[in-house]
């Protein structure tokens, strides 16, 4: 890279193809959400869900440089990490409507959506659980002189779990491969950060477990990437964890039962128009890396993808009800 | 499968000197086995059960934690998840309600969530029990708690032989296992077989054969239910003892079949009495054929209702012991329907 690149650290750093790849899965994740809640709203799928929409950028950069040997753990809030790191929407939405054909064959739903193959150790329905598990997963690469990082994506409401507190004091203690990935959406349901943190920045709370805190604008792609970037670079060195403040929003409610009654509709729309896919795309076009017509091609793709997702969920079989205990102990 | 010894020579060893030999054995064996816990490494563990493990396998398999049960068996669940074999002991089994949150709601369901994609091959080590003086946090019975939740294996072994060979089961399996081990066993000696065996987790064991009562027991209680049956017999009165040895998965067959033979069940556990592995049993047996077979109303030993308090005499009096059991087994052999 040249001294004189001012270019964004993502167009510089990544190829035209992983840029127009990140691109295409933040709008399916956006196109994911918005079909799984007008799913929902026809009564096709039951349940709750926790939609990240608006959040598209940190789950995508963040991922951006990972392989399938890479773990993540996500949150209750969990699809865009899981498009993020490769997999493939119709047998999420398969997961969605409960089907056998989903990627918990209907046992796990939205709030447990995981993919194994790709590295994805689940989302998890308790704030703060997957934080010591991802803590766990450095310690086998680590262990087994494997290469992987984890990459361990918790909100701001789990960062005042003991749980965060433990997992990082122990990552740090034995320098282990993991990033922790706030994703600082301004609430833990209804409480406000203000209300609920003491520190100003929950980055600050890295240097109390003595590794670097980052805190980025997590809808701005590329700050996201980089500071990730240097984060995975950090653990693959075998210099320990680090943490990485994305601040961003989520512009629906918590879950399908929120009245918004805890923010203005100024707010959101401030939020709204600090949009992360509107802003990554127009940056690739500002720097040639794609044209508004490949652009919609790209956004046309995940429109595709999305509906042939929703119906081969549809077309899915549900689980043989004779089978509510499979998967609670291994199969002899 | 029943119990397969390698090689045959036996040695007397201690329980917690039986729990050791499997875990060196496991490591040995098996580089993804990894120890961690509270003071495990150069203090050798609160009741030295990881003696000079350290010095032999070096601090990054012998894993001090801090004191974080929580993010600590949290941490050996994601390890499970991902290529490794921890044992995570809990200095005291009491500690284990800081790490519920793993416990139950991780690995326990995990493979459940995730459709039978991965699996959780943890291991959790609980010293258990009351009697050491310890009061009411540091000697709790807790297996019940576990017992009640699918997806985790909870075992009790009673002497050092299970001790050895269910913990060497446990390492084999591939979900998490609890492993309640009495604090008063952990000086008891027997006959261990030497090498690798595995006793299976699930298969009660009948420790002394009867025809009058059927006496099921776990842990330490089974020595004290041997002990009652034992003065029974000059009594006339001839117990069947039976060592449950694993929670979860119940070993219900063993138990019915003994209730068919004597028509007479007393359940004997440390732990308090409501809600507790009696009730399970009892409730198994009503609902089986057994039932018609029964001569007399079950009857259920267990803990008082109440905190493990301190004095030494309440703390006696606060589960069951010999003079009780023996009481209990009386009342019941002499029953009239």
Known sequence: MSMTDNRPFAI???????????????????????????????????????????????????????????????????????????????????????????????????????????GNLGANGIVGGGLPIAVGAALSAKRLGREDVTLCFFGDGANNEGAFHEALNMAAIWKLPVVFICENNRYGMSTSVERSTAVRRISDRAAAYSMPGTTVDGNDFSAVAEAVHHAIARARAGDGPSLVENLTYRWRGHSKSDRNRYRTKEEIEEWMGRDPIVRFQAELVAHGILDEAEASAIADAAVSDVEQGIEFARGSAAPAIGEVTRYVYAEA | ????????????????????????????????????????????????????????????????????????????????????????????????????????????????????????????????????????????????????????????????????GMLLAALADPDPVLVFEHKLLYKMKGEVPAGHYTTPIGKAAIRRAGSDLTIVAASIMVHRAIEAAEQLVTEGVSAEVIDLRSIRPIDHETILASVRKTGRLLIVYEGVKSYGIGAEISAMVAESDAFDFLDAPILRLGGAEAPIPYNPDLERAAVPQVDSILAAARRLANREV
């Not at chain 1, 399916?28 to 709203?41: D, H, P, T, V």
């Not at chain 2, 000197?17 to 203090?43: K, N, Q, S, W």
């Not at chain 2, 019940?144 to 985790?152: E, I, K, S, T, Y």
């Open chain 1, 12 to 118: 510089r750093t990544y190829s035209p193809a992983q840029l127009k790849q990140a691109l295409k899965r933040m709008y399916l994740i956006r196109r994911f959400e918005e079909g799984a809640e007008q799913s929902y709203m026809r009564g096709l799928i039951h349940g709750t869900m926790h939609l990240s929409i608006g959040q598209e950028a940190s789950a995508v950069a963040s991922c951006i440089e990972l392989t399938d040997a890479d773990k993540i753990t996500s949150t209750h809030r969990g699809h865009g990490h899981c498009i993020a790191k490769g997999a493939d929407v119709a047998r999420m939405f398969a997961e969605f409507f409960g089907k056998e054909t989903g990627y918990c064959h209907g046992r796990g739903g939205s709030m447990h959506i995981a993919d194994v193959q790709t």
């Open chain 2, 1 to 164: 499968m029943d119990v397969t010894v390698q090689e045959a020579s036996t040695r007397t060893l201690s329980y917690s000197e039986a729990i050791r030999e499997a875990m060196v054995l496991a490591m040995e064996t098996d580089p993804t086995v990894i120890l961690m816990g509270e003071d495990i490494g150069v203090y050798g563990g609160a009741f030295q059960v990881t003696l000079d493990l350290v010095d032999r396998f070096g601090p990054e398999r012998v894993m001090d934690t801090p004191i974080s049960e929580l993010g600590g068996a949290g941490v050996a669940v994601g390890a499970a998840l991902t290529g490794l074999k921890p044992i995570f002991e809990f200095q005291f089994s009491d500690f284990a309600t800081l790490a519920m949150e793993q416990i139950v709601n991780q690995a326990a369901k995990l493979r459940y969530m995730l459709g039978g994609e991965a699996s959780v091959p943890v291991v959790f080590r609980m010293p258990a029990g009351s009697g050491t003086g310890a009061a009411a946090q540091h000697s709790q019975s807790l297996e019940a708690w576990f017992g009640h939740v699918p997806g985790l294996k909870v075992i009790q072994p009673s002497t050092p032989e299970d001790a050895k």
